[in-house]
């Protein structure tokens, strides 16, 4: 199965700052890289697609980028309404993994 | 609108069963791939199965085969999980999910939680 590594596991950031979250797969996925959102209490939303492609209604304060084995969401100009855990997911094979979730907190 | 709505949840002993529907409304069914996908309470997202339209297709991941059987029923826009010797590390949140032509899964449901417990 192909795992799949978030860093860092959570972060704290002020409003209005740029953040930047990592995920590694431990092989070669092609652009199967997705994201999404989890709000506590909530059901995850899907963010983004094929590394950078953001699904309808989504703002473009969040970005998506990489290649290979190493991708990265950026979140600019973070918002109150963006604090939840996002996940990385890699749709190249089954089982689909995603990685362990990064927490994102508002200072 | 894309709405999932799930079901069948409840408490259940272990070895015991349940089986879990997600209602499918707002889009054309039978045309799209679908998943489930569960969550441990305070944990991650795990994938647990996918079916393709007209269910020639399914895969399970390791920790459920043999015991989950998901189905669909076309006609009706459901999607069902059957989850026979249910275990302790069986107990989450489970989302039904519509599935992509590359496979993330675009509209989830709010989920139907299932505890496994004596």
């Known amino acids: 199965d192909i795992q799949m590594t978030q860093s860092p596991s959570s972060l704290s950031a002020s409003v209005g700052d740029t953040v930047t979250i990592t995920c590694r797969s431990s092989q070669y996925i092609s652009n199967y890289l997705n994201w999404y959102q989890q709000i506590p209490g909530r059901a995850p939303k899907l963010l983004i697609y094929g590394i950078s492609t953001l699904q309808s209604g989504v703002p473009s304060r969040f970005s998506g980028s990489g290649s290979g084995t190493d991708f990265t969401l950026t979140i600019s100009s973070l918002q109150p309404e963006d604090s939840a855990t996002y996940y990385c997911?890699?749709?190249?094979?089954?089982?689909?993994?995603f990685g362990g979730g990064t927490k994102v907190q508002i200072k | 609108e894309v709405q999932l709505v799930e079901s069948g949840g409840g408490l259940v002993q272990p070895g015991g069963s349940l089986r879990l529907s997600c209602a499918a409304s707002g889009f054309t069914f039978n045309t799209y791939w679908m998943h489930w996908v569960r969550q441990a309470p305070g944990k991650g997202l795990v994938w647990v199965s996918r079916?393709?339209?007209?269910?020639?297709?399914?895969t399970y991941a390791d920790s459920v085969q043999d015991r989950f059987t998901v189905s669909r029923d076309n006609a009706n826009d459901t999607l069902y999980l059957q989850m026979n010797g249910l275990r302790l590390e069986d107990t989450a949140v489970y989302y039904c999910a519509r599935g992509s032509q590359r496979g993330y899964e675009d509209y989830w449901g709010q989920g139907a939680l299932v505890t496994v417990s004596s």
């Open positions: 997911q890699h749709s190249y094979t089954v089982p689909l993994t």
């Open positions: 079916i393709n339209y007209d269910a020639s297709s399914i």
